[in-house]
């Protein structure tokens, strides 16, 4: 599953499905030209293309972009190695999203999808002219190849597609889906997600005459069906990307106005500190800022001043996206079981200090997994949401039914030092006390000692300072910070004691919850379960998310979720901002209305130097 932030990470995981049949003949009357949540869609049988494009958009212009970290392999199913940016670009899904609504999508390499009352299976039926790079046709045998090598090789896409156990070709162009559960209405919408490789290609020998191996990693520039192919690379440093101009879907609908650019790189960069440098200096066209000290003092440069790069602030990608970032303790380990041990480091926690000091005041604090969204639960539950915890009140923690939930806070020395006493309570309470200047275990004689692993540098400007709050009360707590490459590995083998997650929530959740919170994701390294939650009471509310027979049964199951997680202390939550920082040469330009729901960035802008 590829997530790139510029669509917010997020794998939309869609709920109901509200379509139109297809204009054409009597045997494409069941089959559906897109899928929608909440609504009917809005774009009808027949559409040109999305509205918030310039279909006058030119098409040329060279891209030039910063990512973090390195990469290895070119292989976009395996869950191995580091995989390049951009292979998006490459690769074309069976169903494409608009970004102007909530949670819906159209046909890309299929023009139609159908499926029962009972949402026992799904069949999508291909277009005709999808095509290969090497000019061969898209077929059901690859789809049906895609989906068991996704399976096969990613345990993070073997969660999110368990429930369905079988692909296979039933038309000449399509290609059904077999579920081994009724009624889950996401699964034939996030099947249109899925990433399509070509079956013949893999299948064959390499340029070296050697057979490919879809198990193992390749930088051997592999092809796709999307609009732009690999033109060159250098090993864990760049990536060029270059538009195709024998792309089968060019003047397809859902793709007028888009990939305007001729040429898209991507430089790699191991310090973000360098990285911003670059953009400085006018290597790098496009900067998304992540640090609020930055983005108000360090734009202060000359291409600012004087025009030549713009600043903006946008709260589209944020519209319909919940959040949750936080510091991670990992169950795994002993002593982060005890949900008072868990409670405690949140108290030690002083958001409000730290928000002053580094972050110019310029974000909120996180209270809710789908923080910033109508899914976050306020207040004590009520209607159907009470209900629902009712049917479990044995299975969660009694204060839900009548306190909030509601972070320590601080931000002032008796604030600080109040927190700081409640946490020594909760820790005495789990049967820790303090010897000497050290947190001990009573019964093991152990020191209550961790380490917290980053990705990045930046982060420690927050995590230092908790480190030292923490020493305060006696736990030795350590800040690692690893290369990219390293912690993606540690981070797949639940290989840390704490660290710094961000979990995208759509206004949809749906099968990737049981990923997230699972108790059959805990053991399955790859997964993003990384506090290590197996709580039954999560596992039953999961379910009632995915098969919630309305909207207003898979609100109410979402919220109660949503309290049963806070209440068990299962993070210290951070903070988050409700805007896209974004920084950009004004030789880029955007469409003078963005998408309702997103940047559109790269897909509808273009290059001021294209003729």
Same mark, same amino acid.
């Given at each position: 599953?590829?997530?790139?932030?510029?669509?917010?990470?997020?794998?939309?995981?869609?709920?109901?499905?509200?379509?139109?049949?297809?204009?054409?003949?009597?045997?494409?009357?069941?089959?559906?030209?897109?899928?929608?949540?909440?609504?009917?869609?809005?774009?009808?049988?027949?559409?040109?293309?999305?509205?918030?494009?310039?279909?006058?958009?030119?098409?040329?212009?060279?891209?030039?972009?910063?990512?973090?970290?390195?990469?290895?392999?070119?292989?976009?199913?395996?869950?191995?190695?580091?995989?390049? !940016?951009?292979?998006?670009? =490459?690769?074309?899904? %069976?169903? $494409? /999203?608009?970004?102007?609504?909530? &949670?819906? #999508?159209?046909?890309?390499?299929?023009?139609?999808?159908?499926?029962?009352?009972?949402?026992?299976?799904?069949?999508?039926?291909?277009?005709?002219?999808?095509?290969?790079?090497?000019?061969?046709? !898209?077929?059901?045998?690859? =789809?049906?190849?895609? %989906?068991? $090598? /996704?399976?096969?090789?990613?345990? &993070?896409? #073997?969660?999110?597609?368990?429930?369905?156990?079988?692909?296979?070709?039933?038309?000449?162009?399509?290609?059904?889906?077999?579920?081994?559960?009724?009624?889950?209405?996401?699964?034939?919408?996030?099947?249109?997600?899925?990433?399509?490789?070509?079956?013949?290609?893999?299948?064959?020998?390499?340029?070296?005459?050697?057979?490919?191996?879809?198990?193992?990693?390749?930088?051997?520039?592999?092809?796709?069906?999307?609009?732009?192919?690999?033109?060159?690379?250098?090993?864990?440093?760049?990536?060029?990307?270059?538009?195709?101009?024998?792309?089968?879907?060019?003047?397809?609908?859902?793709?007028?106005?888009?990939?305007?650019?001729?040429?898209?790189?991507?430089?790699?960069?191991?310090?973000?500190?360098?990285?911003?440098?670059?953009?400085?200096?006018?290597?790098?066209?496009?900067?998304?800022?992540?640090?609020?000290?930055?983005?108000?003092?360090?734009?202060?440069?000359?291409?600012?001043?004087?025009?030549?790069?713009?600043?903006?602030?946008?709260?589209?990608?944020?519209?319909?996206?919940?959040?949750?970032?936080?510091?991670?303790?990992?169950?795994?380990?002993?002593?982060?079981?005890?949900?008072?041990?868990?409670?405690?480091?949140?108290?030690?926690?002083?958001?409000?200090?730290?928000?002053?000091?580094?972050?110019?005041?310029?974000?909120?604090?996180?209270?809710?997994?789908?923080?910033?969204?109508?899914?976050?639960?306020?207040?004590?539950?009520?209607?159907?949401?009470?209900?629902?915890?009712?049917?479990?009140?044995?299975?969660?923690?009694?204060?839900?039914?009548?306190?909030?939930?509601?972070?320590?806070?601080?931000?002032?020395?008796?604030?600080?030092?109040?927190?700081?006493?409640?946490?020594?309570?909760?820790?005495?309470?789990?049967?820790?006390?303090?010897?000497?200047?050290?947190?001990?275990?009573?019964?093991?004689?152990?020191?209550?000692?961790?380490?917290?692993?980053?990705?990045?540098?930046?982060?420690?400007?927050?995590?230092?300072?908790?480190?030292?709050?923490?020493?305060?009360?006696?736990?030795?707590?350590?800040?690692?910070?690893?290369?990219?490459?390293?912690?993606?590995?540690?981070?797949?083998?639940?290989?840390?004691?704490?660290?710094?997650?961000?979990?995208?929530?759509?206004?949809?959740?749906?099968?990737?919850?049981?990923?997230?919170?699972?108790?059959?994701?805990?053991?399955?390294?790859?997964?993003?379960?990384?506090?290590?939650?197996?709580?039954?009471?999560?596992?039953?509310?999961?379910?009632?998310?995915?098969?919630?027979?309305?909207?207003?049964?898979?609100?109410?199951?979402?919220?109660?979720?949503?309290?049963?997680?806070?209440?068990?202390?299962?993070?210290?939550?951070?903070?988050?901002?409700?805007?896209?920082?974004?920084?950009?040469?004004?030789?880029?330009?955007?469409?003078?209305?963005?998408?309702?729901?997103?940047?559109?960035?790269?897909?509808?802008?273009?290059?001021?130097?294209?003729?």
């Amino acid at each position: 599953m590829a997530l790139t932030w510029s669509k917010l990470g997020v794998v939309l995981s869609l709920f109901g499905t509200l379509a139109l049949p297809l204009a054409a003949t009597a045997q494409d009357l069941d089959f559906k030209i897109g899928t929608s949540v909440i609504s009917e869609l809005k774009y009808k049988p027949g559409f040109t293309h999305f509205d918030y494009v310039n279909t006058e958009a030119p098409k040329g212009g060279n891209l030039n972009l910063s990512t973090a970290g390195t990469f290895d392999t070119f292989n976009p199913l395996l869950s191995k190695g580091e995989v390049a !940016v951009g292979l998006s670009l =490459v690769f074309d899904t %069976l169903m $494409k /999203s608009a970004d102007d609504e909530l &949670l819906a #999508s159209y046909g890309l390499l299929a023009e139609g999808v159908s499926f029962p009352d009972d949402v026992s299976s799904a069949t999508f039926r291909l277009r005709k002219e999808a095509k290969w790079a090497d000019g061969s046709p !898209v077929t059901p045998e690859d =789809v049906v190849f895609s %989906l068991d $090598k /996704s399976k096969e090789l990613n345990p &993070l896409l #073997s969660n999110y597609y368990k429930h369905v156990v079988k692909a296979e070709k039933t038309g000449e162009r399509d290609v059904t889906f077999t579920f081994d559960e009724k009624g889950n209405r996401e699964l034939p919408n996030i099947l249109g997600q899925l990433q399509i490789v070509p079956k013949a290609w893999w299948e064959s020998n390499g340029p070296d005459g050697k057979p490919r191996d879809i198990s193992k990693t390749t930088l051997e520039p592999v092809m796709g069906s999307g609009p732009y192919k690999i033109a060159a690379f250098s090993p864990g440093g760049k990536m060029t990307f270059e538009l195709r101009d024998d792309y089968w879907g060019k003047d397809l609908n859902v793709n007028v106005g888009q990939n305007n650019f001729r040429t898209i790189s991507y430089t790699y960069f191991g310090d973000r500190d360098v990285e911003f440098e670059a953009f400085r200096a006018g290597s790098i066209d496009y900067w998304y800022e992540n640090s609020a000290a930055r983005w108000a003092t360090g734009f202060d440069f000359p291409a600012v001043k004087d025009g030549r790069v713009k600043r903006e602030e946008l709260e589209n990608p944020f519209r319909a996206t919940g959040v949750m970032q936080a510091l991670v303790p990992n169950m795994r380990r002993e002593i982060f079981k005890d949900e008072r041990v868990r409670e405690a480091l949140n108290y030690a926690f002083d958001f409000e200090e730290l928000n002053r000091t580094v972050a110019f005041n310029s974000y909120k604090r996180v209270d809710s997994y789908f923080w910033g969204t109508e899914l976050a639960s306020h207040g004590v539950p009520e209607g159907r949401e009470l209900e629902i915890l009712q049917g479990m009140k044995d299975k969660v923690p009694p204060e839900i039914f009548t306190t909030p939930y509601v972070n320590p806070v601080g931000g002032n020395p008796q604030k600080s030092r109040d927190n700081l006493r409640k946490a020594v309570a909760l820790l005495k309470e789990a049967g820790y006390e303090i010897k000497g200047n050290a947190m001990i275990n009573s019964n093991t004689g152990k020191p209550l000692s961790f380490e917290i692993l980053l990705s990045s540098a930046i982060l420690e400007r927050w995590a230092v300072p908790y480190t030292q709050n923490l020493r305060k009360i006696g736990i030795d707590a350590r800040v690692r910070t690893v290369d990219p490459a390293q912690y993606t590995n540690r981070a797949r083998a639940f290989d840390y004691d704490m660290t710094w997650v961000v979990w995208a929530e759509t206004m949809n959740p749906g099968n990737e919850q049981a990923d997230y919170w699972g108790s059959g994701s805990v053991n399955q390294q790859g997964s993003r379960n990384y506090a290590g939650i197996a709580n039954p009471a999560v596992d039953e509310l999961v379910k009632m998310i995915i098969f919630a027979p309305n909207r207003d049964d898979q609100v109410a199951a979402i919220k109660a979720m949503d309290r049963v997680l806070l209440a068990n202390h299962y993070v210290v939550p951070l903070y988050y901002g409700n805007t896209a920082r974004i920084a950009y040469r004004t030789t880029l330009t955007h469409p003078a209305e963005l998408p309702t729901y997103a940047t559109g960035f790269p897909d509808v802008w273009w290059s001021k130097d294209a003729k």
